[in-house]
């Protein structure tokens, strides 16, 4: 099984519409993350959490809305999806200050039509 | 702004040719400097971390180079494969809140038989 569970790994949804990415961890780190990633250019951070009681917005968080329900599992919404919403996104966990154990999981491409 | 920038942008060699790309950043003050491997509809795969204090590291035919004076990093590719074929990316962890990553926007690289 793999370490960062994503889903769904592909998902078409109409604008307006809200919708919902999971991500569950077995690594048992603390800390997690929701990235964006669009052609040509880097990852950029949505949102982060340290821990179950921590939520803080990233670079582009305009949109986008995090549910942290357990050490384990960080939900990333979109309250009503536009078309420029349309990326990849990925779920990441880290271990700690360093973050040398950062894992990502596979990616949920999203289409917003 | 903390910015990482790669160089080139997409590369094609033939199977069994060695390659090199590079990575600057503007990262201050430095933590450590990743390369990723980013198969298509995948998640990044951690290749190599290097700290301040490296200068090189190497895991198997992937030979990462660091110089913290210009801010300059390569990754070197030797005996390419087909499997090689992905997206390499850079990313930069500062001495910031968190140590959040910068990352480049990446190196897309096909291997060609």
């Known amino acids: 099984d793999a370490d960062v569970t994503q889903t769904p790994r592909n998902r078409i949804t109409k604008t307006g519409k809200r919708i919902m990415l999971e991500c569950s961890q077995t690594?048992?780190?603390?800390?997690m993350y929701w990235y964006r990633q669009d052609p040509g250019l880097g990852l950029r951070l949505i949102y982060y959490?340290?821990?179950?009681?921590?939520?803080n917005k990233g670079e582009i968080s305009d949109g986008y809305s995090v549910s942290r329900q357990a050490q384990a599992k960080f939900s990333l919404s979109l309250e009503s999806a536009i078309p420029n919403q349309t990326a990849l996104y990925f779920c990441?966990?880290?271990?700690?200050?360093?973050?040398?154990?950062?894992?990502f999981g596979s990616g949920t491409r999203l289409t917003v039509v | 702004k903390n910015q990482v920038e790669q160089s080139p942008q997409s590369l094609i060699i033939l199977e069994g040719k060695n390659c090199t790309l590079q990575?600057?950043?503007?990262?201050?003050?430095?933590?450590?400097l990743r390369w990723y491997k980013q198969d298509t509809g995948r998640g990044p795969v951690s290749l190599t971390i290097?700290?301040?204090?490296?200068n090189t590291k190497s895991n198997g035919r992937y030979t990462a180079t660091l110089d913290a004076d210009t801010k300059q990093s390569s990754l070197h590719i030797t005996a390419s494969q087909l499997s090689d074929s992905a997206s390499y990316i850079c990313?930069?962890?500062?001495?910031?809140?968190?140590?959040?990553?910068?990352f480049g926007g990446g190196t897309r690289l096909m291997v060609k038989p």
């Open positions: 990441a966990t880290s271990d700690g200050e360093q973050g040398y154990g950062y894992t």
């Open positions: 690594k048992g780190h603390d800390r």
């Open positions: 959490s340290f821990d179950v009681k921590d939520i």
């Open positions: 990575c600057n950043y503007t990262v201050s003050p430095f933590s450590n």
């Open positions: 290097m700290t301040f204090s490296e």
């Open positions: 990313v930069v962890s500062g001495w910031n809140a968190g140590n959040m990553l910068t």
